[in-house]
């Protein structure tokens, strides 16, 4: 009785022969295959955390990025309607100015067609 593990019941394996021993064939192969299948899929599933969570930093990088710029063009859209209205301004002036011209001009010449 010495020979067994008290934990689970099973004999000390004390090399991989004795492993091959207590496994029979199938059991053997079921084990070949599983623990390596086992292996892949839990480095598979570390693997795919891995490239969320870069992902997820890059995406909250962008976002930050995406609203800096929306920032930035909302101060150009503002800069823009300035401009605008500066322009509509001087239009109204300009137009304010010919028509003071136009009737400088209107006068003079009714005044030289009285004249002649």
Known sequence: MSNIVPDCGFPAATSIRRVRELI?????SLV???????????????????????FETTDARIAALDAKFEGRFAAMDARFSAIEKRFDD??????????????????????????H
């Open 24 to 28: 029979s064939g199938a059991h053997f």
């Open 32 to 54: 070949a295959i599983g623990v390596p299948l086992l292996f892949n899929a839990t480095f598979l599933g570390i693997l795919m955390a891995w490239v969320n969570s870069k």
């Open 90 to 115: 001087m239009r109204d002036l300009w137009r304010a100015e010919l028509h003071r011209v136009e009737e400088i001009l209107d006068a003079r010449l009714k005044h030289l067609k009285e004249r």
